[in-house]
């Protein structure tokens, strides 16, 4: 039997999703493309309406020739609506999730006993709540590792819907998570990525993420790098900025800033000031290479008056962010914001959101323009393509006689940005 497990939203759904995917092809599925599958997990997100909209029209694509089983955030909020978009779906919630990973067995069992395919998954009863239950060591859909570490968030910022999804802060204990970080390594891997809904709340009454980078740094051997997935600036310390000067942590790092004007972060809820975003900027400068910075931003938030908003641009242009993954402001419901009085007239809104995106794309191109004669490590994934230890997306070129291969980390130098050129001299 056929499965596929279609992924929208961050990182953190994307690792639970190869644990889910791991599960069911060692229980006998193949794991494929949604066009040809008999199930389809779809793994949703709910930070904005569109990737809502995006999580309908999917299901009702896959629906119209398989079964669905419908997850994460979207899922948990808005179940009936879910349930609604076709009688061959199923919604687990949140806390459900990781009853996906039973799953597969009972499905076995059932059809084995005569049942359809949908009355399989509509006779599964069991529950598992364990929220950090994904522990895939095998990765169907990326040449590196994800990790969970972490998983809900504390802060209540006015426009998002995420926390309200997946409720309060909690952490992998350390030891647990450095064993599967070793597991992951034991299988091959050359790269691990750290996720969690809000990575950098991770123990942040403990030793926090500095420290549990620290305990992986000791324990993993010298090729095995570490990714860590978006960072809030509020829990950025000197511990955890410490850790980068080490040659395995990738110069790739992402910052949901959401806006650069204080007294907007007051209105929404934000609670860092820009001198300690700015400080944290300076230092992962200063222990990498020019390193890819990128950040959120959100145009239009509640209180972003014209003051607030030159305020706003004028940081992101002096700063330099490598790019920005621009969001016009869309109220959510739940939220503190959904019905503020104060929010930007939607024209001012998207022309703000457009100069963002322009100023993206010339942050981006100097960016590049930079990464010409480099040296660079870089990630083989699939044909002759690959990540450099920055986040590119770059074409391999090795010597000839050789062949690419999936997984391995190349040493090479860049020597084109259209599309960006690594051409190889050695395994790094």
Not at 56 to 66: E, G, H, V
Not at 167 to 195: K, N, Q, W, Y
Request: aromatic letters at 8%; hydrophobic letters at 40%.
């Amino acid at each position: 039997m056929n499965v596929s497990v279609y992924t929208l939203g961050c990182r953190l759904n994307q690792a639970e999703s190869e644990a889910i995917a791991e599960h069911f092809k060692n229980a006998g599925f193949s794991v494929t493309d949604p066009r040809h599958a008999d199930l389809v997990i779809v793994n949703t997100c709910t930070v904005t309406s569109k990737a809502e909209q995006k999580a309908r029209r999917m299901i009702r694509l896959f629906a119209k020739d398989s079964e669905v089983i419908v997850t994460g955030c979207y899922a948990a909020l808005s179940p009936e609506e879910v349930k609604a978009l076709s009688d061959r779906v199923t919604v687990f919630s949140l806390k459900e999730k990781a009853s996906l990973l039973t799953l597969p067995q009972h499905i076995g069992s059932a059809i084995s006993s005569g049942l359809s395919l949908h009355d399989a998954v509509l006779s599964f009863t069991d529950r598992n709540t364990d929220l950090f239950a994904f522990d895939a060591s095998s990765f169907q859909y990326h040449s590196r590792a994800y990790l969970k570490v972490q998983d809900g968030c504390d802060n209540s910022c006015g426009y998002c819907r995420t926390t309200i999804a997946r409720g309060p802060s909690v952490s992998l204990d350390a030891d647990t998570v450095v064993e599967r970080a070793l597991r992951i390594e034991a299988e091959g891997f050359h790269e691990i990525m750290l996720t969690g809904v809000n990575l950098t709340m991770y123990d942040h009454e403990g030793d926090g993420l500095g420290g549990l980078v620290e305990k992986l740094l000791s324990r993993l051997g010298s090729d095995m790098r570490i990714r860590l997935s978006s960072m809030e600036p509020d829990h950025v310390d000197e511990r955890l900025l410490d850790t980068l000067s080490d040659s395995r942590m990738q110069p790739h790092f992402h910052i949901p800033i959401q806006s650069a004007s204080p007294a907007v972060l007051r209105r929404v809820g934000r609670v860092y000031p820009m001198e300690h975003v700015e400080y944290i900027i300076e230092r992962m400068r200063k222990v990498k290479d020019d390193p890819f910075i990128a950040c959120d931003v959100i145009a239009g938030l509640p209180g972003e008056g014209e003051r607030e908003w030159e305020e706003s641009y004028a940081f992101l242009s002096r700063v330099r962010f490598a790019a920005m993954h621009v969001f016009p402001f869309s109220p959510r419901p739940g939220t503190a914001l959904y019905k503020a009085r104060d929010r930007v007239e939607e024209r001012i809104r998207d022309e703000r959101a457009e100069m963002l995106r322009k100023l993206s794309a010339e942050m981006g191109r100097e960016y590049l323009s930079r990464q010409i004669g480099k040296e660079t490590e870089v990630l083989a994934e699939e044909g002759d393509e690959g990540t450099t230890g920055n986040y590119l997306k770059a074409r391999i070129i090795l010597p000839e006689g050789r062949a690419l291969v999936k997984g391995f980390i190349y040493r090479g130098r860049v020597t084109g940005v259209d599309p960006v050129t690594v051409e190889v001299s050695s395994l790094a």
